[in-house]
């Protein structure tokens, strides 16, 4: 009976401390559009990033996770034209909802509008509980 109680208050306190949106959701909603100048991803890094140049700016694109961006054949290249809608997460910084690139009309879904990991989600393509 103890057990049960003891589930049953754990259950109820990860309710409430699990946030019912991700952190980056409030950030402001970005599109960039420009040349991808290099693709970063060092050994152990986790997540892949493009620098994009668009104008006379270069912002970093924070990508998602390596295994799900190869499940989805994604490989982008240096010199390519991209369209990027994403979240501002820092000075020249951008966290991808998705990622076109142009030449070949390939867009890849990383997160949802809410800024959920696409990656991260259940057998039934459901976010975290809330």
Same mark, same amino acid.
């Given at each position: 009976?103890?057990? !049960?109680?003891? !589930?049953?208050?754990?259950?109820?306190?990860?309710?409430?401390?699990?946030?019912? &949106? *991700?952190?980056?959701?409030?950030?402001?909603?970005?599109?960039?559009?420009?040349?991808?100048?290099?693709?970063?991803?060092?050994?152990?890094?986790?997540? *892949?990033?493009?620098?994009?140049?668009?104008?006379?700016?270069?912002?970093?694109?924070? !990508?998602?996770?390596?295994?799900?961006?190869?499940? &989805?054949?994604?490989?982008?290249?240096?010199?390519?034209?991209?369209?990027?809608?994403?979240?501002?997460?820092?000075?020249?910084?951008?966290?991808?909802?998705?990622?076109? !690139?142009?030449?070949?009309?390939?867009?890849?879904?990383?997160?949802?509008?809410?800024? +959920? *990991?696409? +990656?991260?989600?259940?057998?039934?393509?459901?976010? *975290?509980? &809330?």
């Amino acid at each position: 009976m103890i057990r !049960l109680h003891v !589930l049953a208050f754990c259950g109820l306190a990860c309710v409430q401390l699990c946030p019912a &949106q *991700p952190s980056i959701a409030n950030n402001p909603k970005v599109e960039l559009k420009g040349v991808i100048q290099s693709v970063r991803l060092a050994r152990g890094q986790g997540t *892949p990033v493009l620098v994009v140049k668009s104008g006379n700016t270069s912002s970093r694109v924070l !990508l998602g996770s390596m295994r799900y961006l190869m499940e &989805q054949g994604f490989n982008p290249k240096a010199g390519v034209e991209v369209q990027v809608k994403g979240f501002e997460t820092g000075e020249d910084e951008v966290t991808a909802i998705s990622v076109t !690139l142009i030449a070949g009309n390939k867009t890849l879904h990383l997160r949802d509008e809410e800024g +959920w *990991p696409l +990656w991260q989600r259940g057998g039934g393509g459901r976010r *975290p509980s &809330q």
